[in-house]
């Protein structure tokens, strides 16, 4: 079962940058589709974005226009580029890998990594 480790998090101001990437440990990552969800403190889970086998990506809507994603099948790595981002974007978010078609739905997804702090001051 494919592993995964996130890196990338840390402190930014507001309308700063981070880019996020989760590390696969298997060759068969790209039979896996990968996605990025976030949970702030009190808050729910929350889908981010998820890109398919076929390349198709899904976003949240509050993250269209700012974060992208993006993977590197020779290095198995999944990349999450977030910009303009806002207090609201901080949270611990995680990768996951599950097989078949993007699901908004944490539960679907069978692997996940142990997540990575995101702060956004004001």
């Known amino acids: 079962q494919v592993q995964l480790v996130e890196s990338g998090g840390g402190l930014v101001q507001t309308g700063g940058s981070l880019r996020l990437s989760c590390a696969a440990s298997t060759r068969t990552f790209s039979n896996y589709v990968m996605a990025w969800f976030r949970q702030a403190p009190g808050k729910e889970q929350e889908f981010v974005s998820g890109i398919n086998l076929s390349g198709s990506i899904h976003y949240a809507d509050s993250m269209k226009g700012r974060f992208t994603i993006s993977e590197n099948n020779e290095k198995n790595i999944v990349y999450l580029q977030m910009n303009s981002l806002k207090p609201e974007d901080t949270a611990v978010y995680y990768c996951?890998?599950?097989?078949?078609?993007?699901?908004?739905?944490?539960?679907?997804?069978?692997?996940w990594g142990q997540g990575t702090q995101v702060t956004v001051s004001s």
């Open positions: 996951a890998a599950k097989g078949g078609l993007v699901s908004f739905r944490g539960s679907d997804y069978s692997t």
